[in-house]
């Protein structure tokens, strides 16, 4: 079997505040050895039963619209955004017209049809996005999905509109950013479509958002069966997810962070400079790291960690980014030391003292 099973008895209150007990199962897939990568086989069988019984079922997608982009299968280069670094998402609208659009900045692009780069034809999109998941789940099981994103519950009236078209639907597509289900609605099967997605960000902090992101919904969903598809099944927070264990998943989380002297046993402070001119960018972030290094030296501050990375997302709304990182048990002493000697802020760096994120 490409599965595990993880029983769970989950105690509830009921209105004159009885105890009972009702019974979840967590099925978690390893996509690695499943033969397509939108559902596995075991999400297909439990789509069809569930719709035959005319039953609930959510499916979490981490992508909005139709796809994360498109790919160059000769050259393998990925279009950006001319302002920001990152892919243009491919985006259906309702007059079933496709547009290219940055995610950011929100500028438009025309979709090509060969790649900007080679000009080769075999481009491919890639990332499932919630509207290619609703194409596929009406092709595949003539079922029309509700997608809700973020743009359609950012208000009292559209909660309220929304919650109405719920129950007229049995598959409902929603993000990770609204991960809490709708109140007097209850789901039937919950399929997180890839639980892996949060933890390809590059910060100390993924493991701990992907578990609660797992967990919070396991909680949330006390009547639900779930299947977690995930190209990791031995990843400790999407184990210890299923498992329903905090503990344990403290346990190894804190061994990490203990190691690389992240939070809580150690300080992080990250210092940010933007440029629109990339070669003022380096020199800049170049010169203060040096500055670093040698009151480093000049203290005899050995243990501090200082080094310079570009962030997750490397330029935005048009300017390059680029983060001095620094660690150690005391951070503040040393950024007491930086502050009097170089006066930094005023130069134009952002100092997050105590970050909680290098994102």
Known sequence: MNYERFDHNIPKLTTNNLEWTTKKSIFLVNMSKEI???????????????????????????????????????????????????????????????????????????????????????????????????EYLKNQYGKDALIIESETVNSPNKIKKITEQISQHQIIIWTSLLATPPSKINFDLVIFLNADLGLNVPDYTSAERNFYFLYEAFVKHPTANFIVQSFNPDQYSIRNACRMSKEKFYEEDNIFRKINWYPPFGELCIILYKNEIEESLYTKVDTLHKDLLYLKEKYQLKDIEIYSTPPLIYKMFGKYRYNIILKWPTVRQFMDIVFTKLNIAKKGFKIDWMAESIV
Not at 95 to 111: F, P, R
């Open 36 to 134: 397509t990568s939108y559902f596995s086989q075991l999400a297909s069988d439990g789509i069809e039963k569930y719709l035959n019984q005319w039953k609930k079922i959510w499916i979490l997608v981490n992508k909005k619209w139709y796809s994360g982009g498109i790919i160059c299968h000769e050259c393998w280069s990925i279009p950006k955004c001319k302002n920001c670094s990152i892919s243009i998402s491919y985006h259906k609208l309702s007059s079933w017209d496709t547009i290219w659009l940055c995610h950011i900045c929100k500028t438009q692009y025309t979709v090509p049809t060969t790649c900007p780069t080679c000009r080769s034809t075999k481009i491919k999109e890639f990332w499932l996005g919630t509207q290619k998941v609703a």
